[in-house]
């Protein structure tokens, strides 16, 4: 195990965690590969940070003091729970190398890279004051100090995750700071500048024939979905809220795919408030029979941990439990997997999801006592717990008659789908690379003409949206350490 990053651990033996399986998984093929950069965990979205930004109790260019909701934070709060569970003792801990220029290029547009490179706070209003727009930069997606970096960071990652799956040499490889399936090919979107998933999976479409990609974060996985639109080679599901004005406004049931692509894209609308034994049955049902149907090589799983309830953006009601009941459910059908990050803005929670979640791909059982080593045990006040109560905030407004009718809607889709594509990697055509280049470029039209549509309809939107985040800010500035 390479653990270089990590120091010497002193904690006392009842914070660990217990293996679920006797003595030390002498029997388990599982093999768990984490991959963290702790530079990740630094970086600061920041709004209007620009020369004239006006930010509360903030000087021009302090991104710490800012409303943006998106705290990469969170990512050393989830490590720190991880360590001090004694996680890290379980699996091999990997510091990924950052991605390069070459590989964001491998779905991003070369302007679009350029853009993301050259970008600063510093340079923002004078040198790229008139392109920001071009690139969907704004409050949503704001330019912030070490930009380039931290997108090279989280997509290195994912991209190193995945490396290790196409060796074969580990069956489940984690990266929390990855998931950012908003971003698209010539934009960013929703808090995401690089799609390291999309770039994932066309690593993984190099050694897998079939790649399944679900999606439990509360938005619509559209970049995602986007990306692999007309393709049978990588099916994407995206369980979401999906109502007038919530973002993205995509992830319809109708949006099914099209071309080789139809019937291979899968969108689960929800409505506020579902509770954990509506959404965990609803999971289970649509995702066994998608993987009887599909029968995937490879799977990757964003968990965004908006869709947990008590999220500062979300609005749903899952419990920890619950949300680690569809990473079990998946798990539990050994196929190699790639679990990634996502959304998630109230971080405490985040942090306990996605570590308990560690824990369930480890089969080990957590102490629900936070362990009192934490460097930043004040962010689990008050009771300290790693399964707090989440329910309660919204009423469920998703009736048993809807979700029967949904899970109908979707199955209907799902008979479409009479046997896997066949096609096996030992039977590729010798002209593989020319087949995939192929499929590339038909891809990269759709993507064009998307992003001319896209484009159209942006010069005609008047967007006087605004969030008003302050009192969450306020309460989030509460809860931030001095992280220097
Ligand atoms: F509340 C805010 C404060 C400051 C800046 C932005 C926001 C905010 C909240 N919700 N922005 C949103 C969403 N954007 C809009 C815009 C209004 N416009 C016309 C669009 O509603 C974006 C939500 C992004 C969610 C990202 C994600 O959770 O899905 C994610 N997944 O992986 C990484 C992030
Ligand atoms: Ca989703």
């Known amino acids: 195990m390479n653990s270089s990053t990590f120091t010497t651990d002193t904690r006392s033996r009842s914070s660990r965690a217990q293996l679920a399986s006797t003595h030390i998984r002498p029997h388990s093929k599982t093999r768990v590969a984490y991959f963290h950069n702790k530079d990740v965990g630094s970086f600061h979205y920041g709004v209007g940070t620009g020369v004239g930004a006006v930010c509360k109790g903030a000087s021009v260019y302090d991104t710490k003091k800012t409303g943006h909701p998106m705290k990469p934070h969170r990512l050393t709060l989830t490590n720190d729970l991880v360590i001090n569970y004694g996680l890290h003792e379980l699996m091999d801990v990997y510091c990924p190398r950052m991605a390069t220029e070459a590989e964001l290029l491998e779905f991003h547009e070369s302007d679009y890279v350029n853009f993301l490179k050259k970008i600063t706070p510093q340079n923002r209003d004078t040198e790229f004051a008139d392109v920001l727009g071009n690139f969907n930069f704004g409050d949503d997606c704001p330019v912030f100090d070490g930009l380039w970096d931290f997108c090279r960071i989280y997509t290195g990652a994912s991209l190193a995750a995945a490396q290790k799956l196409c060796m074969k040499d580990m069956e489940i490889c984690v990266n929390w700071s990855g998931g950012l399936h908003h971003a698209k090919s010539y934009e960013a979107s929703g808090f995401c500048y690089v799609n390291d998933i999309v770039l994932a999976i066309r690593q993984l479409l190099k050694y897998y024939v079939r790649v399944l990609y679900i999606d439990i974060d509360i938005h619509h996985g559209d970049g995602v979905q986007e990306a692999f639109y007309c393709t049978d080679r990588v099916m994407t599901v995206s369980f979401h809220k999906y109502e007038p004005g919530f973002f993205p406004g995509t992830g319809d049931t109708t949006e099914i795919g099209s071309e080789l692509g139809k019937y291979y894209s899968i969108n689960v609308p929800l409505k506020n408030g579902i509770d954990d034994d509506s959404y965990v049955n609803l999971f289970r049902t649509i995702m066994t029979e998608v993987k009887d ?25 899952l419990s920890i439990k619950a949300h680690g009941d569809c990473v079990k459910i998946i798990k539990s059908w050994q196929i190699p997997l790639l679990v990634l990050g996502g959304g998630g803005y109230t971080i405490h929670n985040v942090a306990r999801c996605w570590a308990y979640e560690t824990s369930v791909l480890l089969d080990a059982n957590l102490p629900n006592e936070i362990p009192g080593e934490s460097k ?75 992003r001319a549509n896209k484009r159209m309809k942006r010069s005609k939107a008047h967007d006087n949206e605004f969030f008003d985040g302050d009192s969450d800010q306020e309460q989030d500035e509460e809860n931030t350490m001095d992280l220097d």
Do not use: W
């Open 293 to 317: 149907r599909y029968q995937p090589s490879v799977i990757v799983l964003q968990c965004g941990a908006d869709s947990l309830g008590l999220d500062r953006l979300g609005a749903f009601n």
């Open 376 to 450: 930043y045990l004040d962010f689990f006040e008050p009771d300290y717990k790693l399964h707090p109560h989440l329910v309660g905030r919204v009423d469920n407004q998703n009736t048993k008659t809807d979700l029967k009718r949904l899970t109908e809607v979707i199955f209907e889709q799902l008979r479409h789908l009479d046997g896997a594509p066949v096609i096996q990697m030992q039977e590729l055509p010798d002209g593989i690379a020319e087949y995939l280049q192929e499929a590339d470029e038909e891809l990269a039209d759709t993507r064009e003409d998307q």
